[in-house]
């Protein structure tokens, strides 16, 4: 929050966030962060997780693509980037 909190400070609106496929880090972890960020930083747009972080996600949760995201984006994921597709 610290990190995200001198980004705003200095005008910064939006949050790149890739931390790469860490089984040991499920899909809950990522919406406490977003939720906690979105609260916290409302406008601020979370641009996070490669498609290849999403499908591993995905694929450990047992969930498919499509829920995977659906529920990110519930927790205040806006856009991903590009890297790996």
Do not use: C, Y
């Not at 990522?30 to 290849?52: C, M, N, R, T």
């Not at 969930?63 to 790996?84: N, Q, V």
């Amino acid at each position: 929050m610290r990190k995200v909190g001198e980004t705003v400070d200095v005008g910064g609106t939006q949050i790149l966030i890739q931390g790469g496929l860490t089984p040991e880090i499920g899909i809950e972890w990522f919406e406490d962060l977003f939720s906690a960020i979105k609260d916290k930083f409302p406008g601020v747009q979370l641009h996070s997780l490669s498609s290849p972080e999403i499908g591993f996600i995905a694929r450990n949760e047992g969930l498919s693509i499509r829920e995977t995201l659906e529920r990110l984006r519930k927790a205040g994921l806006d856009s991903l980037p590009g890297g790996g597709a």
